[in-house]
């Protein structure tokens, strides 16, 4: 008897569909998957015969085929256990097929017949509805994920034995979340504070401007001055997800095994990954490609802190993730696109020693390879530029100049202005759209134009001082971007010139 089961692969980030074909009939008793399965797709059959003992079923002891459609598609991981475990059930007529017609599903199975919750449950969703099912049937701790998507119902299961009760009608409720999620909206107290930070308000500004804005942000200055205590603010002061982000990011996490709420995600990304990474680990790839660090920033925030002591290729890799938000991993029989549209905030010392400019005890090839890691194409990628230098101790012993919550207002109250011109950020707008949402001023096109050739801005450059003139404008509450404005942006673009000369 042959009986189908739809399940999902997640190839890249996107849900595609596949069929379980199980085929039993006469012969020596046998169990064989094929369709161009991964090792742990293919270990599928001693789960599957394990869980269907220790539930009560009978595993068939005649030959047994397994199918997974299309051959093409290469499948991974334990997720198609529990599609593979209900078809060779209808196909041994232990089960009804009619129920399952309609049903996408997605689970892993024990050993004792328990279903695992697995990554990507919110993707395979997504992908029932795509494919015009009617429902789809998951571990019960990853109802509330699933349940994220419109337009599907979803059964939740947590034993293989009730399979067939939750086929025939019966609706498990969620687990209750705990009292406090890992993904619910973060307070002040979860996060640390600008108001921790001295003698920095021009950083502070940078910082602020950034998280308007979306826009990259460059922080040199000599060891121990705070470059790394301000990264780590940053995510206090940037704004909530919009809806269809927070979908993005959610299902981002899912796939890489970083969700465990159980609903959408509330907090921009902030990854901080090791100098040691590759490029592959930065941007994505693998035999199989897989999201990079990248791609776990979308809609939030790369940090890379000692910027010069990561591998060239790495930073060079970031070129075009930075122009184009999105990255493509191309390998010999696949590829894959994955979305990047990420702040990259990065932290450097001036030289390998990263003393001051004055007692600075690097020779001229010490100071000739660090400029060479950091590289022109790159820097042209960087919004905004700040100097971060030694405070006094005035400033260290004071009082704090600011807090997280101002700014953050103020960081809101800007994005509010973007959205109401479109739904862009500043920092993605880019030809006839940011035409229209400049409005310069005459004085402001004078001072741009006269600044233009003294400070050598690339095209590019030109482009992104021009958008971070026009959050600078938000951040003011200004409809216009006037000359100061312009001002501000030439000023955070100053190390182009010496960068490019």
């Known amino acids: 008897m042959l009986a189908r089961v739809t399940t999902f692969a ?34 599928a059959r001693e789960r599957v015969r394990a869980a269907l003992l220790n539930s009560g079923f ?10 997974l459609a299309p051959a093409s598609l290469r499948k991974a991981g334990p997720g198609f256990d529990l599609a593979i475990a209900c078809a060779v059930l209808a196909a041994s007529g232990q089960i009804s097929p009619e129920p ?12 004792g017949g328990e279903i695992r919750p697995c990554r990507g449950v919110l993707a395979a969703a997504e992908g029932a509805r795509q494919a015009g099912l009617t429902a789809v049937l998951v571990a019960r701790e990853r109802m509330g994920e699933a349940g994220l998507v419109p337009g599907i119902a979803v059964a939740g299961i947590d034993r293989l034995a009730r399979l067939p009760a939750v086929l025939a009608g ?44 979306g826009h990259s942000l460059l922080l040199e200055g000599p060891p121990g001055t705070g470059k790394t205590m301000l990264a780590r603010r940053l995510p206090s002061i940037l704004p909530p997800l919009e809806p269809q982000e927070a979908l993005e990011v959610t299902r981002i996490a899912s796939i890489a095994g970083l969700h465990e709420g159980h609903g959408l995600a509330t907090r921009r990304p902030f990854r901080a990954p090791h100098h040691t990474i590759s490029a592959a680990g930065l941007i994505g790839g693998g035999p199989v490609p897989a999201p990079g660090e990248a791609t776990l920033a979308h809609r939030g925030v790369l940090f890379l802190d000692e910027l010069s002591e990561f591998d060239r290729r790495a930073l060079e890799s970031l070129r075009q993730p930075l122009e184009d938000g999105h990255v493509t991993v191309v390998r010999a029989n696949r590829s894959a696109r994955f979305p990047a549209r990420f702040a ?14 004055s007692s600075c005890r690097c020779g001229e090839a010490e100071l000739a390879r660090h400029r060479r890691r950091l590289s022109g194409p790159l820097m042209d990628r960087i919004d905004l530029h700040a100097s971060v230098g030694r405070p006094l101790l005035d400033d260290l012993v004071g009082s704090a100049t600011t807090s997280s919550a101002e700014v953050r207002d103020r960081v809101v109250a800007a994005r509010e202005r973007q959205r109401a011109r479109g739904r862009q950020a500043n920092a993605e707008l880019r030809g006839a759209a940011l035409e229209r949402a400049l409005q310069l001023t005459s004085a402001a096109e004078r001072l741009f134009a006269r600044a233009y050739d003294a400070d050598g801005l690339s095209a590019r450059g030109r482009d992104r001082a021009l958008r971070v003139a026009r959050t600078v404008a938000d951040l003011d509450g200004s409809d216009r971007v006037d000359r100061e404005h312009v001002a501000a942006a030439l000023a955070h673009r100053r190390r182009d010139a010496e960068a490019l000369a």
């Open 10 to 43: 997640i190839d890249g980030l996107e849900p595609r569909a596949v069929t379980v074909e199980a085929d039993i009939r006469s012969g020596l008793p046998a169990f064989t998957i094929v369709g161009l399965a991964d090792r742990a797709v293919s270990e």
């Open 58 to 67: 009978e595993f068939p002891l005649r030959r047994v085929t397994v199918n």
């Open 100 to 111: 399952l017609a309609g049903h996408g599903v997605f689970g892993e199975l024990s050993l």
């Open 170 to 213: 019966e609706r498990l409720t969620p687990p209750s979340a705990p009292d406090v999620a890992p993904d619910a909206p973060a307070t002040a107290a979860d996060l640390l504070d600008l108001a921790d930070v001295r003698g920095q308000a021009l950083a502070i500004e940078a910082l602020a401007v950034a998280a308007a804005g």
């Open 344 to 357: 990259l905030i990065a932290a450097t010392n001036p030289c390998p020693c990263g003393r001051a400019a």
